[in-house]
């Protein structure tokens, strides 16, 4: 979501002028993203660990999944809680995660 341009042309850069915002309905997105997407396999792995035995592979993926999910969702917390003013430098810092122009427009560019 951060990332938006066809290979680098200036006729092609996404300008994002109220970051707060942006910054807003991608907190919202990966919400979402949480309840529908982990919940059904959250939901999955529960009925694997409760019916298959210990010892199959099944299993195993179970664990995992639900290690990798927590772990994901932990550091997506811990990003958002920074809010959208400390992700947008306005210092002018070499290693801004988002920079915007003088006009305070951020473009924002992809690979």
Known sequence: MFYSGFFGLESTLARFG???QFFYLQRLTA???????YGF?????????????????LV??????IILQLVIIILTIFEFRKGADQLLNTKGDQFAMIKPNKGGQVKVMGF
């Open 60 to 65: 195993i993926l179970a664990i995992e999944t």
């Open 18 to 20: 109220k970051h707060g």
């Open 31 to 37: 919400y979402f993203s949480f309840v529908f997407c």
């Open 41 to 57: 396999i959250f939901i999955a792995d529960i009925i694997i660990l409760s019916t298959v035995s210990w010892g199959y592979q």
